[in-house]
Each structure stands twice: as C-alpha cells, then as structure tokens.
C-alpha cells in the first residue's frame, strides 16, 4: 500500500524532487528538447517514494507495479507513459529515478536496429547485403548468405544463444565473437525459420563496423546517443566480458529511452532535428519475418494470443497488427523486466524501466519478459474504457491471489454482490448492471484469471477460480456475499456454492450448466491428454483470428435482433482476450461434473436463481441442479439467449434485483 503523502508544505523528499527538476531542465535546454506538458491529472513520483504528486491518471497500473515491488522483484523501476508531446504519467518506485542507469537487457535490440539503420541511411550499408559481403572469413558457409535485416530479425539460420558446452560468448570486440560463433553450426537455411535470441546481431553489428570504419560504441553514439542527447546509455557489459552485447547488453535511464521513443513514434524525428530517414522507420516497424517458420510460444502469441507469422521487424516485437498487416503496437520487452512500447492506435509511446531480482522472481516463478506487457493493456483500457468514476464510493485495485494479479473495481454501498463474468469476456460484460446495482448494494466486478487485465495461468500449475474468488472476498475484508456469475461465472457461482457455501448470502447461475470441459476435474492424461494436444494443434493452424471471429458470430447469432448493438461491446472484449484457453492444455481450475454431488455434500442454505435466457434455456440441466438445491428459483428471460444481461439488460437486472431484494428482506426478518 502507498502511504499517505504529506502536507505539502512539509513532505519528505521536496528537495529531492526540486533537484531532480532542475536536472532535467538543464538537460532539456542542453539539448533543445522542448519541455513537455505535464497536465494537472499527470502521477509522478520523487525517486524512491512511490508517491503521487496529483491525480494519477492510471491508478490500476500504480497499483500494479507497486504490487511487483512489494513482492521484491524489483528493488527500482520507473515508467513513463506520453500521447504524443504531452506526458501523462511518470513515475519512479523504490530506489530508481529518471536518470537511475538500468540494465536493459533485449530492450537495447531496438537501439541496436536504430544504430544500424542510420548506418544504412548513410549508403554504407544495405539491408539486402549478405554477412559475406562485409565478412570474408564466412566463405562459402550457409551463415555468409544470411542478410542483415535476416540477422536483425532473428530469420538468419543462426543458434540464438551459445550451444550448450561451448566457451560462453564472452569476447570483449564484436570482432572476436564473430570468430567464435563462425564454427557454430547452423540449424535452419537464412530465412527458413524465426529463432528469437541474439548472436546474429553480433554479426550484424560487425558489418555495421566494417562498413562505418567504426567501433560499435561510437557508431551508437555517433548516429543515435549524441542526436538524442543521451546522458546514460551505451552498450556495456551485462557481467565481465560481454561488449557490446549488442542484442542484450545495453544500459539506460527513462529519460534517454523516452527521447528515443519519441523520435520512433515521430517518424524519426526528434526536437525538429532529423535522426533517422521515414524509410528506415518503415523498415523497422514492417514485418521481416517473411514467411519464416514461427514455433509455438513466441512472445506475441503467449501475450496476444496472435497466430500471425508477422511477430517481428527490426529489433521489435510487432505485437498487434491492424486490417491490413501494419503494425498497431510495437515493443522491445527484456527477460529483465524493461518493456518499451508504442501503440499507434493512441499514439502512446511508454516506457517502463526495470531490472528483476532474479533470485526472489525465480523462486516466486515471476517473469518479467511475460509480464510486463499488461502495462499496455492497462493504459489501453483505462484510455478506452468509460469507468463510471462518478459512481458512489468507486474504487479499482487489484487482489492478490495465489499466483495471479486480478482487477477489480467497487462501487456502491450495502451488501456485497460480485459479478463473474463469461469465457473470452472481462468484468466489461458487466457495464448493463454495474451502476444499476451499485445504488443499493456494494457491486464488485473483477477480471477472472487469464482474461481482462488479470495474470493468465500457467500450464501446468492447478488454481482454482473459485479459490481466487474467496482471495478477493479475504482481502477486501467481506464476510458473505450475493455472488452472480453467467456462464463460466455461472461455473464458478457453482463451486464457490460446492467449496465455499458459508460464505454465501445468495447465488445466481445464469446461463449455467455442469461443465466438463479442459481444465474441469485433473488433470489430463493419456489419450485425454493427446486428443487435447491435437485440438490445440487445429486452433494453432486455422489462426486464432479464426477463432474469434466464428466464437463472436456464433455469440451474435444466439442474440437475435439485438446482435448490432452487441456488436461493439463483444469485439472489444474477444479481440483484448489473449486467447490462452485455446491455446493451452488447462490447469485443472473447476470442479467439473464432481460439482454436484459436492453441492449436495456441502447442503449450502443460501437461496439460488437459476437464471436463463428463453432461447438458451436447458430443462435438463436446470432439472440436475435442481436435485441437489430443492429451493432452486428459477427466471426465463423472453428474448433473449446465452447472453441474457446484455441481449435484455433492463429484463436481466429487474429479474436480479427482484431476487436479491427477497434475500435481504427475508435476512432482515430472521
């Protein structure tokens, strides 16, 4: 938790912070940058404090990172968040600040393309030119054949990472790692397949030496660190030995990746002074992946859920694509936590800064590389979404559950009520009900594990959702509560009745059934588990793109005349959902078809709705739960389908609150 700042007259760290700003606007004369706008709604932090200055425009993403300092994956981080030339947020955590030097780690490969596209810009060099061109001692080899733009997007044919066995490739000149990676053998043809690591920017970064007749370090600072006015970033050793990684061993502060950023996101173009051509910018944002072989689990499909082969450019993820193949959001995340981006959509361009304690994240199984792009997500949506702040006693934060991050948000007051929302939504399902619900009642709503903004789960590694529905009841202290949940939150109502019947005051299931699905039960095995494999392995082939838009249609056609104005709100949700349940064999999270004899086991005295759209409604599984709770009401919703809240919300609400009202009114009277 963040303390409470002090008066403003008297806080800690005021003349720290006075320092600070009048470094930076030293820099920022020095260096012609015009000082940004910082508006009244901009979060900053004195370095080490944590603490807010103003409004913080993105509470969920404080929250967020703070939660990864506490946990002490980060002793220091920072994040910087600009639309365009107006800087909404910047923010310093725990030890770092502004000009805090950071091992970068792969955040640095976006430098090292931009270094070596101004090289290019020069006519020194051509993206088509092959290693054997600039490096004679290649001969003949399949290695020689490979282009620069191939060895800068991880298609040259090369090992990424120093086979197992061999000297580890700790040579102090680009020269002399080229020598010792020359024997390597080469497992694919230049081309054939994407192979995400770093030795064939070594060979890259050569070329750019011979060609330029300098060495890397001052071809960097030549072509980009000087231009930028860089006070703390080179290519230095990650540990002794290793110069210049050009592929992971670069430091740097938030202010210099800013200046960056802002010179990328501008076309090439920073404080009026041109750095790089449209064309090289052009190039590096473009796919250069060519049709290569893309294997499982690359970076954009384990955070995107994103099945194109187009992942990568020069020295950048390309993480979302528009329509047309063009690059929306482009990143350069590191195994250590740094994770720079820009989304095209808002014209975002952000920066978090970070260095993990890979001691505490090991054994906590915390990953920076997968983690940290949920800092996109977040300022997406609270840029995206219209959060009904003006609701009585609002509030969003995020539970803690065992090995997951969930957002939530409050409002209201009275007896609790918690909406669970349905498979490839988030707590946006909820927006009919949401502040209908919090005029008399507590009303929370929070993203289930692996959807929204919460963590996703992990193969191999159970939870349980109804397990992270008692961690939130826990920590935002509530004893009992009307949990409501359609489909998948229809699931979980049902075995918080079967796991957790005390600490119910009611339960609705809408558009509920027994499910047997992937992660229902245990764990797979056997022939279960190889006819799973072969399902994921289908998904995989057709494209998830494909997925989601015959999942949407199929939703939309169960609507009926209202599927226009569902539209909208089910393509925002499916197309933010990561996709990971398709993608993925399941970690046992529900109860499955043991749910019923556990509920009849657990005898809940909790009244029940069973609550169903008229065109979606099934007798037959009304009837099983019936058996188990004799007192089971039950609502038909007319006109409506599987998504009875959003296809009849004024229906699906009244129906709700008619039976949480008979809830308290008979609590009241015992």
């Known amino acids: 938790m963040e303390a409470a700042p002090a008066p403003a007259s008297r806080r800690p760290g005021d003349g720290v912070r006075i320092l600070a700003r009048m470094r930076l606007r030293l820099r920022q004369l020095l260096f012609a940058m015009p000082l940004f706008t910082i508006p009244p709604t901009t979060a900053t932090g004195a370095a080490g404090d944590g603490a807010s200055a103003s409004v913080d425009a993105f509470p969920l993403v404080t929250r967020r990172v703070q939660s990864w300092v506490d946990h002490g994956f980060y002793p220091g981080c920072s994040l910087w968040i600009a639309q365009g030339d107006r800087v909404l947020y910047e923010r310093h955590f725990g030890a770092n600040d502004a000009d805090t030097p950071v091992y970068i780690a792969s955040a640095g490969k976006w430098l090292g393309a931009a270094a070596m596209l101004a090289v290019t810009d020069d006519g020194a060099l051509s993206l088509d030119d092959r290693a054997v061109k600039w490096l004679p001692e290649f001969g003949d080899a399949p290695k020689g054949r490979a282009t620069l733009r191939q060895l800068f997007s991880h298609v040259s044919g090369y090992p990424p990472y120093q086979p197992e066995g061999r000297p580890t490739d700790a040579?102090?000149?680009?020269?002399?790692?080229?020598?010792?990676?020359?024997?390597?053998?080469?497992?694919?043809?230049?081309?054939?397949?994407?192979?995400?690591?770093?030795?064939?920017?070594?060979?890259?970064?050569?070329?750019?030496?011979?060609?330029?007749?300098?060495?890397?370090?001052?071809?960097?600072?030549?072509?980009?660190?000087?231009?930028?006015?860089?006070?703390?970033?080179?290519?230095?050793?990650?540990?002794?030995?290793?110069?210049?990684?050009?592929?992971?061993?670069?430091?740097?502060?938030?202010?210099?990746?800013?200046?960056?950023?802002?010179?990328?996101?501008?076309?090439?173009?920073?404080?009026?002074?041109?750095?790089?051509?449209?064309?090289?910018?052009?190039?590096?944002?473009?796919?250069?992946?060519?049709?290569?072989?893309?294997?499982?689990?690359?970076?954009?499909?384990?955070?995107?859920?994103?099945?194109?082969?187009?992942?990568?450019?020069?020295?950048?993820?390309?993480?979302?694509?528009?329509?047309?193949?063009?690059?929306?959001?482009?990143?350069?995340?590191?195994?250590?936590?740094?994770?720079?981006?820009?989304?095209?959509?808002?014209?975002?361009?952000?920066?978090?800064?970070?260095?993990?304690?890979?001691?505490?994240?090991?054994?906590?199984?915390?990953?920076?590389?997968?983690?940290?792009?949920?800092?996109?997500?977040?300022?997406?949506?609270?840029?995206?979404?219209?959060?009904?702040?003006?609701?009585?006693?609002?509030?969003?934060?995020?539970?803690?559950?065992?090995?997951?991050?969930?957002?939530?948000?409050?409002?209201?007051?009275?007896?609790?009520?918690?909406?669970?929302?349905?498979?490839?939504?988030?707590?946006?399902?909820?927006?009919?009900?949401?502040?209908?619900?919090?005029?008399?009642?507590?009303?929370?709503?929070?993203?289930?594990?692996?959807?929204?903004?919460?963590?996703?789960?992990?193969?191999?590694?159970?939870?349980?959702?109804?397990?992270?529905l008692a961690a939130l009841l826990d920590q935002l202290g509530i004893a009992?509560?009307?949990?409501?949940?359609?489909?998948?939150?229809?699931?979980?109502?049902?075995?918080?009745?079967?796991?957790?019947?005390?600490?119910?005051l009611s339960a609705t299931l809408a558009s509920g059934t027994v499910y047997t699905g992937p992660?229902?039960?245990?764990?797979?095995?056997?022939?279960?588990?190889?006819?799973?494999?072969?399902?994921?392995?289908?998904?995989?082939?057709?494209?998830?793109a494909t997925l989601k838009t015959r999942w949407r249609e199929a939703l939309l056609r169960g609507a009926g005349p209202r599927a226009d104005a569902l539209r909208p709100l089910l393509s925002a949700m499916i197309a933010d959902w990561s996709a990971w349940q398709p993608l993925h064999v399941e970690p046992p999270h529900l109860l499955g078809a043991s749910v019923l004899d556990r509920i009849r086991q657990a005898a809940p005295s909790a009244p029940v709705l069973w609550l169903a759209g008229a065109n979606d409604h099934r007798e037959e599984s009304a009837a099983r739960f019936r058996a188990v709770l004799p007192a089971l009401r039950s609502v038909v919703i007319p006109d409506a389908g599987h998504l009875s809240n959003l296809e009849q919300p004024a229906a699906f609400t009244a129906a709700l609150s008619d039976f949480l009202g008979s809830v308290t009114v008979a609590n009241e009277t015992r």
């Open 519 to 544: 992660g229902s039960g245990e764990a797979l095995h056997g022939e279960r588990l190889a006819a799973r494999l072969a399902e994921i392995e289908q998904t995989r082939a057709e494209g998830v």
């Open 171 to 468: 040579y102090p000149t680009t020269a002399e790692s080229v020598a010792h990676l020359l024997p390597l053998p080469a497992p694919f043809l230049p081309g054939e397949r994407f192979d995400y690591g770093g030795l064939a920017m070594q060979v890259a970064g050569r070329m750019a030496e011979v060609a330029s007749g300098q060495d890397w370090e001052t071809l960097f600072a030549e072509k980009i660190g000087r231009p930028l006015g860089f006070t703390g970033t080179r290519f230095t050793p990650v540990d002794p030995g290793h110069t210049p990684m050009i592929a992971g061993g670069a430091v740097s502060t938030l202010h210099d990746y800013t200046r960056f950023l802002a010179m990328i996101a501008d076309g090439g173009v920073f404080a009026g002074r041109r750095i790089l051509s449209e064309r090289a910018v052009t190039e590096m944002l473009a796919d250069q992946v060519r049709g290569a072989r893309v294997k499982r689990e690359e970076f954009v499909e384990r955070v995107r859920g994103e099945t194109h082969h187009g992942v990568y450019g020069l020295g950048v993820w390309r993480e979302q694509l528009d329509a047309h193949g063009d690059a929306v959001v482009v990143s350069s995340p590191s195994w250590a936590g740094t994770y720079p981006w820009i989304d095209r959509r808002h014209d975002i361009r952000a920066v978090f800064v970070a260095h993990v304690d890979t001691g505490v994240a090991n054994r906590a199984g915390f990953s920076g590389f997968w983690t940290s792009h949920v800092l996109m997500d977040m300022v997406r949506a609270e840029l995206e979404r219209a959060t009904p702040r003006d609701l009585p006693s609002f509030e969003e934060g995020i539970i803690h559950a065992p090995g997951a991050d969930l957002p939530y948000e409050a409002a209201g007051a009275g007896e609790t009520v918690v909406l669970l929302h349905g498979h490839s939504f988030d707590r946006r399902m909820w927006d009919p009900q949401f502040a209908d619900l919090a005029k008399s009642y507590r009303v929370i709503r929070y993203d289930l594990r692996g959807y929204g903004l919460a963590d996703d789960p992990v193969e191999g590694r159970a939870f349980s959702h109804a397990g992270d």
């Open 480 to 504: 009992r509560a009307h949990v409501v949940g359609l489909s998948l939150g229809a699931f979980v109502a049902a075995d918080f009745l079967a796991l957790h019947p005390e600490r119910l």
